[in-house]
């Protein structure tokens, strides 16, 4: 059976994840770099991916797996605008290294986290790292970092020339990570010139790098705290002096390679009380660019069912796309979300952090055979099976 990109970073498959480290500690004779690679592999790796995965031979199939054209000329794009970020960089001067906290941003998400503690003293400066899954959303986070006065600065990865050639005459995914993995260490290389530096804020599980990154820091002193982005498992090596997660399944996963990272669970479990009583339900889109076309079908599929479901019950039905999506208005027929919620409101998805976050209304998740939602939430929330989601309507609907 297919499965979604995070089932592949879930529990149920880390144990793969084992054994690509093991090849990695013989590959590279160094623990971060050896972390570094399994956490590239597992979030890149279409080989890592295959049915029946295992053993020493997959793991030389990982590091030998060809990268197809159109990656590559999405890594050369990725390359410069990142060389153009770092020439910005440059352009702050000598002064940045003063600041005593930084915040490492791709969109406004990243910033409003932090945005209360940045705040509250010291001389903060918000870097800006190059967002390609979205232009015209990192745009407008730019625009709005200048309206309310931040002290913010571009910043790039510092790619070497020499390593974008060797990945170019190898296209395999040893010379990407290698391309890769020798960026981020000039990453670390920069941050550790700040000589006051007593805070790094991050939501960097996305990054495979951010690992050896944030140990140099913690180790020299520096406070790294980092809040997940989402209820999303990326990175199974991660590293923070303090990780505030969204649940305890979230927990369990970041801290099985890692029994002593320091973690918080932000979200107690929310069980299911049937029957529910509302007037509208608002369904949260997870499809964007990074997503597969097996997300978007049963998304797709589960949405039908629910449209269908609320017209026998004359209740309305509105979607919120993904920050990150790109296109036309995505389902024909159903209205856009107004950004208005009461009381009533039933707020559903598949695997949405706003299970969590949206604090009107009442929130449930659906699970799918093709999407095991309880693998990102746990047991003991508030899911309910696709087949089953006539229930949620057995009290009447209205309220």
């Not at 399994?38 to 049915?51: A, G, I, L, Q």
Request: net charge positive; hydrophobic share 40%; charged share 20%.
């Amino acid at each position: 059976m297919n499965h979604p990109e995070f089932y592949y970073r879930s529990i149920a498959y880390i144990e793969n994840s084992r054994k690509v480290f093991l090849m990695a500690k013989h590959l590279f004779q160094d623990q971060d770099k050896a972390e570094s690679f399994s956490n590239y592999v597992v979030m890149h790796s279409s080989e890592f991916r295959k049915e029946g995965f295992s053993g020493k031979r997959d793991c030389r199939c990982v590091a030998a797996e060809r990268i197809g054209c159109r990656k590559v000329f999405s890594i050369l794009a990725k390359v410069f605008i990142n060389y153009i970020f770092r020439l910005l960089y440059g352009l702050k001067g000598r002064n940045k290294y003063k600041s005593s906290r930084l915040v490492k941003t791709w969109v406004e998400l990243n910033y409003f986290t932090y945005k209360a503690r940045l705040e509250g003293g010291g001389n903060g400066l918000v870097l800006v790292l190059p967002f390609a899954l979205n232009f015209k959303r990192q745009v407008a986070y730019i625009r709005l970092l200048k309206a309310l006065g931040v002290n913010f600065a571009f910043y790039g990865a510092g790619y070497s020339i020499i390593d974008v050639v060797i990945f170019l005459a190898k296209r395999d995914m040893l010379s990407l990570f290698n391309l890769e993995y020798k960026a981020s260490q000039k990453t670390r290389e920069d941050f550790c010139k700040y000589v006051n530096l007593s805070e790094y804020l991050v939501m960097d599980d996305v990054d495979p790098f951010a690992n050896s990154v944030n140990k140099s820091l913690h180790s020299g002193g520096v406070k790294v705290l980092c809040t997940m982005h989402g209820v999303g498992t990326y990175s199974p090596f991660y590293f923070a002096s303090e990780v505030f997660l969204f649940n305890q399944a979230q927990a369990e996963y970041y801290r099985y390679f890692r029994p002593e990272l320091a973690t918080k669970v932000q979200h107690c479990p929310r069980s299911l009380v049937l029957p529910m009583y509302f007037d509208r339900i608002v369904f949260y889109s997870g499809v964007s660019v990074t997503t597969s076309g097996l997300n978007s079908m049963v998304e797709l599929r589960v949405l039908s069912a629910l449209v269908e479901l609320c017209k026998r019950n004359s209740i309305s039905i509105q979607v919120k796309l993904h920050p990150n999506y790109k296109g036309v208005k995505r389902y024909v027929g159903v209205e856009s979300f107004d950004g208005v919620l009461t009381d009533s409101t039933l707020n559903l998805s598949l695997y949405s952090t706003s299970y969590y976050t949206v604090d009107i209304g009442k929130s449930a998740l659906i699970e799918t055979d093709e999407i095991p939602t309880s693998l990102l939430f746990g047991e003991g929330e508030a899911i309910i099976k696709e087949a089953d989601i006539g229930r949620l309507f057995s009290g009447g609907g209205n309220c």
